[in-house]
């Protein structure tokens, strides 16, 4: 079955700088690639997601990349916020009627002030 | 729409007793998740339904887990007996299948206590 990997496990950066998180997947086959922010107590939710055949996408502050060659997607945040803390999880699937996705092990971030 | 309706939204309960989770999925979506979050363990699938019908159970750790969905706009989980290992967020989703790479959208959660 589908292994999905994610680093780091926590992650500090001051106000304003940038964030990445890194996940590589094990399933040549996986085809959908989201990512949900859970802040503490909440529901994770999703904030952006890429498909295969696309190789970045870009929404506002947040961005995606995926390299298929190498099985790995990353999460980009510029210009971080205080209200971007949370905890990040990155996921695959491979849609094919069956929606089952793999989480990875989430990364824990924090916006220092 | 009022989203995924989880219930309850916390139980506390004595090792030994049944445990029934439940949950409404968002109208019009035909396939639901049940997931477990601990420290430990992260999110875990442990069933999903696509119409009603239990698709891929891999994740149940154990006999004494079972999940139902008899309609469209219901599901429980049952723990039975609960043991404190279960102890855990247990996290309902639903999505709408096709098109594919359908966006899963999670419910509030229920913080399940077994002392």
């Known amino acids: 079955g589908e292994n999905v990997e994610q680093h780091p496990s926590t992650l500090s950066v001051q106000e304003g700088d940038s964030a990445v998180i890194k996940c590589t997947y094990s399933?040549?086959?996986?085809?959908?690639f989201p990512w949900y922010k859970q802040e503490l107590g909440k529901r994770p939710q999703l904030i952006i997601d890429?498909?295969?055949?696309?190789g970045e996408k870009k929404d506002q502050r947040i961005a995606v990349t995926l390299n298929k060659t190498a099985k790995h997607f990353s999460l980009h945040i510029t210009e971080t916020q205080p209200e971007d803390s949370a905890v990040y999880f990155c996921?695959?699937?491979?849609?094919?009627?069956?929606?089952?996705?793999?989480f990875g092990t989430g990364t824990r971030l924090t916006i220092i002030p | 729409d009022a989203g995924v309706i989880q219930s309850p939204r916390h139980e506390v309960t004595e090792m030994g007793q049944e445990v029934t989770l439940r949950c409404k999925p968002i109208?019009?979506?035909?396939?639901l998740f049940w997931y477990r979050q601990t420290m430990m363990r992260g999110l875990e699938l442990l069933i999903y339904?696509?119409?009603?019908?239990?698709?891929?159970d891999s994740g149940m750790p154990e006999d004494r887990f079972s999940a139902k969905m008899p309609n469209a706009s219901f599901s429980t989980l049952k723990i039975q007996p609960s043991e404190p290992r279960d102890s855990a967020v247990y996290f309902c989703?639903?999505?709408?299948?096709?098109?594919?790479?359908?966006?899963?959208?999670f419910g509030p959660g229920t913080r399940l206590l077994v002392l």
């Open positions: 890429i498909r295969s055949n696309v």
């Open positions: 399933d040549s086959a996986s085809n959908y």
């Open positions: 989703a639903s999505s709408f299948v096709p098109p594919p790479w359908s966006t899963q959208y």
């Open positions: 109208s019009g979506h035909n396939s």
């Open positions: 996921a695959a699937s491979f849609s094919s009627g069956n929606e089952k996705l793999t």
């Open positions: 339904f696509n119409n009603n019908v239990p698709i891929d």
